[in-house]
């Protein structure tokens, strides 16, 4: 079992700068990957960004390139996400993911609401 945790949402004017956290307890080892999705209103939850958990190796969806940085620290168990120039598009709740290596489950956090706005 994995227990995802976020913080790091609120509220940021256009073209600023927010860092998501997520802290990540339990069955570590586990996990071979961890992400962030987001779900603005209306609409579906979609990838944002993804890290593998050993290696490194990111993707990032189109619309967040050149923007965000996701990164890891494996040794506090935490992921992160850099949210650079930030629009108001990128208003929604942001989930934290992680997936299971055997299986491929998914687990998530409660999710934290950041709100781009003038």
């Known amino acids: 079992q994995v227990t995802l945790v976020e913080s790091g949402g609120g509220l940021v004017q256009p073209g600023g700068s927010l860092r998501l956290s997520c802290a990540a307890t339990?069955?570590?080892?586990?996990?071979?990957?961890m992400g962030w999705y987001r779900q603005a209103p209306g609409l579906q939850r979609g990838l944002v960004a993804s890290?593998?958990?050993?290696?490194?190796?990111?993707y990032y969806s189109d619309f967040v390139k050149g923007r965000f940085i996701i990164s890891t620290d494996n040794a506090k168990n935490m992921v992160y996400l850099q949210m650079n120039s930030l629009k108001a598009e990128d208003t929604a709740v942001y989930y934290c993911?992680?997936?299971?290596?055997?299986?491929?489950?998914?687990?998530w956090g409660q999710g934290t609401q950041v709100t781009v706005s003038s």
């Open positions: 993911n992680a997936v299971k290596k055997i299986n491929g489950y998914d687990y």
């Open positions: 339990g069955n570590i080892f586990s996990i071979s990957t």
């Open positions: 890290i593998t958990r050993t290696g490194g190796n990111t």
